[in-house]
């Protein structure tokens, strides 16, 4: 009698327990399809988010097709591509250091105008050393923002007094604080001045 008892004991225990087991699936199986892994919402770190925009390329070919190309290049190629985010994570640290031009800050502007970001329009502004908006998709100087370097050179320039012109915009141009407006008017000069390399210079810096 009593083995009997016991039997009867432990294998109404692993009825019970076999059966809440299987009551607890459903709710579990619902909770991992509808919750996100411990990992879903941790921010990447720089050194992760910078793997992403080397592989997650225009058209999915891989990082390959952009491996190697200046981060210009790049930005201009994710924006085309919609990747508006890719694009100024590949061109905001170059275009804001000391070595960008301006021809990177005013990309970079034009992304952070489709963005709505005024915070990073304005750090653009900085860099450039004038302000620049959004004008047909195309970032451009704004017409009120005319640095007083350059109205000193273009009034050099009026008076055809080339060399201390160029001597107020070359200095800006070569360490990339200058304005598209200031390259442009010392290309002039330089065309002025038959200075082959120096036009060749400002064209490489308007391209």
């Excluded at 508006?84 to 502007?109: D, I, N, Y």
């Amino acid at each position: 009698m009593l083995r009997e008892a016991v039997f009867s004991f432990f294998r109404r225990t692993a009825v019970l327990s076999a059966v809440g087991w299987l009551l607890a699936m459903p709710a579990a199986c619902n909770k991992l399809e509808k919750g996100s892994s411990p990992t879903d919402n941790v921010p990447l770190a720089p050194a992760e988010a910078s793997a992403i925009a080397t592989t997650q390329t225009p058209g999915g070919n891989g990082g390959d097709d952009m491996a190697g190309k200046p981060p210009l290049e790049q930005a201009r190629a994710y924006f085309a591509n919609g990747q508006k985010w890719l694009a100024r994570l590949v061109l905001e640290p170059q275009a804001l250091s000391p070595s960008g031009t301006p021809e990177e800050a005013e990309f970079l502007a034009q992304i952070c105008e489709a963005q709505s970001d005024p915070k990073c329009i304005e750090a653009c502004n900085r860099k450039l050393g004038h302000k620049v908006k959004a004008d047909g998709g195309t970032v451009v100087n704004d017409a009120g923002a005319t640095s007083l370097e350059l109205s000193r050179a273009r009034g050099l320039v009026a008076k055809k007094q080339f060399g201390p012109a160029r001597a107020i915009l070359e200095p800006r141009v070569l360490d990339g604080t200058s304005s598209t407006d200031e390259i442009a008017l010392l290309k002039t000069i330089c065309t002025k001045q038959a200075d082959r390399m120096c036009v060749a210079f400002c064209d490489s810096k308007l391209r």
